[in-house]
């Protein structure tokens, strides 16, 4: 029996991850419209979708416009295209969704498995199972929510499991658990063929998730470092040759086309050590802790003590990032996706060196460790259960909009006008099922033109959004300036990017930009009701959409033929033609 657990694993594990879909297909039909489980979900399927010509450009799949994909940084890697080609195999999309889920999280398990296997020294599969399960299933700072969750036996919703989010960085998790595999074996038998994998390894990572090379490249510098100081030989030929290939490499990959990342006004360095606060919390502590601990053990390879010592302190450092360099750039976040990874391999090493010490407890310990073994699955599954359960209403709501949008067939002469409050609102999924164009999405500001031109559009686009909820210049700029104005009226109506500056010296040069942009257009519309008439008259019907209990638009703005009315559960849909 012993001897069948990776395999019996490799396929329950996995199989978690995709559980909210079945339970949610228990209640919905399968469509093509994918259920809401992942942050961005729909802003990345979009992506997806695009389409680039011989002149490299493509459509913003909202607006119908045409825009290079040079200014879009996420078009120059790979993982999206993969994606498309699958689902090009499968042709459903939600099919696919769960397909690629399931698939990367096996991939996922075949590297620790080979990663885990390497550093546990008496090769107990009971014990590499649960640094997998370690691996999949744990997060510290959800610690107190597990408790809770089982006192209550009542798991919240909010619980994320390690390896949720869908495409980015998913790919990180299993190149990382390689390059690490690799690396060990490359300083401890300087063989070409591992240099050979780990320069693979980490090009790949760069096209797909660079956040990935730069966790590779300082744990590698770390690594260095930990083995000078030791006086352990390190094989620099092979390790000059290394990391000269793939810095040629990877330079040669990002200036094919040049790609804008993050806010290209502002500058890179933006010092300030105050945000401290906000990036330390409890899980890095306890992980650069540990990282120390690792160090301090004797009798073990040192390759790989360094190296799992080099990659905990290496992701602590890196969430340093937005203490030197401008928060709108995002790095402490990207880096903190690998936060919980690497602690689980930081904790599963102490694990096995524990494994010593209980040699001759050998059946308690490894009751012990299939106890906990079991408690990290059950909490996979009980989180698993409990998003599926929290999205449900949301899910069924998405389905039945979709269902009776089939009704109206809406076309690409068709402008659909719906809420976009939220990253994973209805106008950010309508492009995916329907080619009609879309009034706004918040989600349009990443694949717009890096110019004024962009901007132009963007903002036009809101101010008519705007407009048709009733907010006039001076609601606008009650809204942006008052005291007791609300986070979150402030955060629907800035840009996602713009965000970052809500809490620093720039929050009012930023705010005053935008109350600027969004007022020319809204008095533009106030003065003359024709604006918003010849904006309308380019298309054949306007489809509104607007949600019964919470409704967001005025249609008396519309001065088009109202045609038909539905009332579905949740929403309204509204069809007006031009007279």
Not at 49 to 78: R, S
Not at 443 to 451: H, M
């Amino acid at each position: 029996m012993k001897k069948y657990l990776p395999l019996i694993a490799f396929f329950i594990l996995p199989t978690i991850y995709i559980t909210p879909f079945l339970l949610t297909f228990s209640h919905i039909s399968l469509s093509p419209l994918p259920p809401d489980f992942s942050s961005d979900i729909y802003l990345y399927l979009n992506y997806t979708a695009l389409n680039i010509d011989a002149n490299g450009m493509t459509q913003n799949p909202w607006y119908h416009i045409q825009v290079p994909t040079n200014t879009f940084t996420y078009l120059k890697f790979g993982l999206l295209n993969l994606f498309s080609i699958l689902n090009d195999i499968i042709g459903n999309l939600t099919l696919t969704l769960i397909v690629w889920n399931w698939l990367w999280s096996a991939i996922t398990f075949l590297c620790a498995y080979i990663l885990f296997n390497k550093i546990n020294y008496s090769k107990n599969t009971i014990l590499t199972i649960f640094g997998i399960s370690l691996l999949f299933f744990f997060q510290v700072s959800d610690i107190p929510n597990y408790l809770k969750g089982f006192l209550n036996l009542d798991f919240s919703p909010h619980i994320l499991l390690p390896l949720q989010r869908t495409f980015f960085p998913q790919i990180a998790t299993p190149l990382l658990l390689l390059y690490l595999y690799f690396l060990i074996n490359a300083f401890d038998n300087s063989k070409s063929i591992y240099w050979i994998a780990l320069f693979i390894i980490q090009y790949i990572a760069f096209i797909n998730f660079p956040y990935n090379t730069v966790v590779m490249g300082v744990t590698t510098f770390f690594l260095i470092v930990f083995s000078l100081i030791n006086k352990k030989t390190i094989p620099w030929k092979y390790l000059i040759i290394f990391a000269t290939a793939a810095l040629i490499a990877d330079l040669a990959f990002f200036m094919n086309g040049s790609a804008v990342v993050g806010d290209t006004h502002k500058s890179l360095l933006d010092m300030d050590f105050s945000r401290i606060s906000n990036i330390i919390g409890g899980t890095n502590i306890i992980l650069l802790i540990l990282s120390f601990v690792v160090l301090a053990l004797q009798n073990v390879n040192k390759s790989v003590k360094f190296t799992i010592a080099s990659v905990g302190i290496s992701i602590v450092i890196l969430q340093l990032a937005d203490l030197i360099f401008n928060p709108s750039l995002q790095l402490t976040h990207h880096f903190a996706y690998f936060a919980n990874q690497v602690f689980a391999i930081v904790l599963f090493y102490i694990t096995v060196h524990l494994d010593r010490y209980f040699m001759s407890y050998k059946k308690v310990f490894n009751f012990t460790l299939s106890a906990c073994t079991l408690l990290l699955i059950t909490i996979g599954l009980l989180a698993s259960s409990a998003q599926a359960a929290a999205g449900l209403s949301k899910n069924r709501e998405n389905y039945i909009l979709y269902r009776s949008l089939i009704q109206l067939e809406p076309a690409k002469d068709d402008l659909i006008i719906a809420p976009s409050l939220t990253v994973n609102d209805i106008a950010t999924w309508l492009p995916l099922v329907y080619k009609s164009e879309i009034l706004f999405s918040r989600n349009s500001e990443f694949l717009l033109p890096k110019s004024e031109e962009g901007n132009k559009i963007y903002w036009k686009r809101e101010a008519i959004y705007l407009y048709l909820q009733g907010i006039d210049v001076k609601k606008l700029h009650d809204i942006l300036f008052s005291e007791d104005s609300s986070q979150v009226l402030i955060k629907r109506i800035i840009q996602v990017g713009q965000r970052f500056d809500l809490h620093t010296d720039n929050r009012f040069q930023m705010l005053q930009q935008v109350y600027s942009s969004l007022s020319t257009h809204l008095e533009r519309l106030e003065k003359d009701p024709q604006v918003l008439k010849r904006f309308f008259s380019k298309y054949r019907r306007i489809i509104l959409i607007d949600r019964n209990h919470e409704p967001i638009f005025r249609y008396h703005h519309i001065s088009m033929v109202e045609k038909k009315r539905m009332e579905i559960d949740g929403f309204s849909i509204i069809v007006f033609e031009n007279e």
